[in-house]
């Protein structure tokens, strides 16, 4: 990759949007890159996610890259395991590991699985990917802070398909009968999974008022706002009323125009043909562009 930029965590209570927005951008361009030389992997439901793991490690999350066991970091259960892509360029990029490596998605041997293995790559909390099971993992994670006496906050990153799974209800009602406040559960709400649309398969509307009756505060933003993810996050934390559960209304693809909202690229890789087109639509360098599109077969 032309670019190895790393970033470290904003210092201080107040969000450099300019900042974040150039990182989500690069994110999204590691994300076609990955794919487009992997040749197989979820393209649509990483980018949907992009913005929200932008604020959460360049901005919200207390964490250190130098020591990703730091006992006193935030942890963050990325449920959604498929959109694996944009939580690994974001760990990359937060300097976690050599943004080299982004490249070797899905290679045999490679530590950048399909879904994200904790023994093999540092800062992932959690191997998932089984949907349904990430908010039971961040309930561990939270009841542990609560026994420990620590002040972590933990947050889990869901996906709209997965509340199709009893676990989520069951974990949803347990959060809130212990009064997890330390959690934090952000929905990626893109109205599709696998299969299609999820007012089709199986509607979960109105989806924040089962949340408010399972007893969880509840707050619907739009998930590619930076802003409003961050006062989200910041209203979450402050919350002592139960755990909290954001909302985020995204875009599957979102920044790729004709992966917007087109549930083909939910596990379709971009071609060669649409990598070019993507990176030109996400202002890429032309050298760059050609470098990428000369290792896809």
Not at 25 to 51: E, F, N, Q, V, Y
Not at 216 to 240: F, M, N, P, T, Y
Request: net charge positive.
């Amino acid at each position: 990759m032309a670019n190895q930029t790393q970033f470290s965590k904003t210092s201080g209570a107040k969000a450099d949007f300019k900042r974040l927005a150039e990182i989500a951008l690069l994110i999204r361009r590691d994300i076609i890159k990955m794919l487009g030389i992997a040749g197989s992997g979820h393209p649509g439901g990483s980018l949907s996610a992009t913005d929200i793991l932008t604020v959460l490690y360049f901005h919200s999350m207390n964490h250190d890259p130098k020591n990703p066991k730091w006992p006193d970091r935030d942890r963050l259960i990325f449920s959604k395991g498929h959109g694996c892509p944009a939580l690994y360029s974001a760990l990359a990029r937060a300097g976690y590991f050599d943004p080299k490596l982004l490249l070797t998605l899905r290679r045999l041997g490679s530590p950048l699985q399909g879904h994200p293995d904790m023994r093999r790559l540092p800062g992932i909390e959690a191997s998932t990917g089984s949907l349904g099971q990430g908010l039971s993992i961040a309930i561990g994670c939270a009841l542990a802070a609560r026994l420990d006496k620590k002040n972590y906050t933990t947050y889990a990153v869901i996906s709209d398909g997965e509340l199709n799974e009893g676990q989520i209800w069951e974990a949803a009602a347990f959060a809130s009968f212990r009064q997890l406040n330390s959690l934090i559960a952000i929905l990626d709400y893109n109205k599709f999974q696998l299969s299609g649309a999820t007012k089709d398969i199986l509607d979960m509307e109105p989806v924040a008022d089962k949340w408010k009756a399972f007893g969880w505060q509840v707050r619907e933003i739009d998930g590619h706002s930076l802003s409003e993810i961050c006062d989200a996050i910041d209203w979450a934390k402050s919350s002592k009323n139960g755990p909290s559960i954001i909302v985020a209304h995204t875009i599957k693809g979102k920044g790729v125009s004709f992966m917007e909202g087109n549930n083909h690229f939910h596990g379709v890789a971009n071609t060669k043909e649409e990598t070019v087109k993507a990176l030109r639509e996400l202002g890429e360098s032309e050298v760059e562009i050609q470098k990428i599109a000369g290792m896809i077969q």
